[in-house]
Every structure is written in C-alpha cells, then in structure tokens.
T-cell receptor, first 111, second 112 residues
C-alpha cells in the first residue's frame, strides 16, 4: 500500500530565505501533486508532476520529481509572508484513482 | 475561472442522524471525488465517481456512506447514521478531461 511521508511537518523561516519540503512515497506512483491550504480553506492545486525529472515552477515555488528515488521536492525561493500556509503532497496509487496525501507541512514565514 | 460549490458550508448534527452533503460541479466535468479532512490532519480520499458509478472507494467509505447524482447535476455524499468520528471537513473535487483539479470550498461537519 502506498504511503506518503512529508518532512518537515512544521517549518518556520524568515522572509528572503530558501528552503525545501520533501515528499517521499513508498511504491510506484503515476502522478505526484502539490497543494496549498490556507487555514479553514480548501485545497489549491499547485503542481502536477507526471514523469521522472519533471520540474515545474510558479513564482517562488518550484517542484521536482525523482521517480527512481520516489522523492518529490517543493523548493521555496526568497520566501515572503504570503507563502505562509500548509503544503500537502499527494501521490496517485498505481493503477488506481486513489490519491494518498502526506501529513502536510505547515509553513510560517516571519517578517 | 470555473468553480465548484458545496452546500452547506457548515452542518451540525446529532450522532445517528443522516446528513447529505452537496456538490455543484462544473458543467461537463464528469469526474467526481470526495475527500475528508479531520481537523488538523491530512486529507483522505473517500470515493471517486464517474458515469453514475463509483469507480473506486477507500476503506473509510463503508456502508454508512453513499454517493449519487440524483438530478444529473448535483453530486451528493450521504452519511446514513453519523458517528462522532465523522466530524471533519468534506471536500468535493471535480475534473474534466485532463489534469486540472477543482476543489469545492468544503463542508464542515460537526457530529455531537
């Protein structure tokens, strides 16, 4: 059964700094997703990564996928306060429609 | 920007009561999903639905749960006899052809 592990679970960083959130998954997956969730709100889709070596960027966020290592990363460049949120990764279970989520990383960017 | 809506936004119910959560999809987006998120915890897949049938369900989605599109438009999740542990945020997701996911704003269910 697919398991998804995210780390760190909590991340406090200063504005202007860079950091990376890691997402490991235990078995083969066809797709890897990243989401943002603000408190009390729904999920906002950030990225879908479909193949080994895929890299996508949007603003200060960049996601990558290494299917051989079963690892995806979400890199934050020059963080700003507006990026404060909880970030989830999710992997699609092979041959299935079931998305398995990580526990989320609560990011706080301090001025 | 297309939008998925959900009703109600909040529901409080007594244990053992039935609840129906509704999702209004985007026109011509025919793939439906329900997820739940217990407060402060991770998101969990419940069920996927396409062409008026369940295509996949998780172990959480037991006989107490059901889904349907009763009027060919709204997509509903019914919990027949709610339990305390059903208290959670329930999100509907809707997709058309392609990868773009559209999540509804969620229904916060509280079972007392």
């Amino acid at each position: 059964e697919l398991k998804v592990e995210q780390n760190p679970l909590f991340l406090s960083m200063q504005e202007g700094k860079n950091y990376t959130i890691y997402c490991n998954y235990s078995t083969t997956s066809d797709r890897l997703y990243w989401y943002r969730q603000d408190p009390g709100k729904s999920l906002e889709s950030l990225f879908v990564l479909l193949s080994n070596g895929a890299v996508k960027q949007e603003g200060r966020l960049m996601a990558s996928l290494d299917t051989k290592a079963r690892l995806s990363t979400l890199h934050i460049t020059a963080a700003v306060h507006d990026l404060s949120a909880t970030y989830f990764c999710a992997a699609l279970q092979g041959g299935s429609e079931k998305l398995v989520f990580g526990k989320g990383t609560k990011l706080t960017v301090n001025p | 920007e297309p939008e998925v809506t959900q009703t109600p936004s909040h529901q409080v119910t007594q244990m053992g009561q039935e609840v129906i959560l509704r999702c209004v999809p985007i026109s011509n987006h025919l793939y439906f999903y329900w997820y739940r998120q217990i407060l402060g915890q991770k998101v969990e897949f419940l069920v996927s639905f396409y062409n008026n049938e369940i295509s996949e369900k998780s172990e959480i989605f037991d006989d107490q749960f059901s889904v349907e599109r009763p009027d060919g438009s709204n997509f509903t999740l019914k919990i027949r006899s709610t339990k305390l542990e059903d208290s959670a945020m329930y999100f509907c997701e809707n997709r058309g052809i392609g990868e773009t996911q559209y999540f509804g704003p969620g229904t916060r269910l509280l079972v007392l």
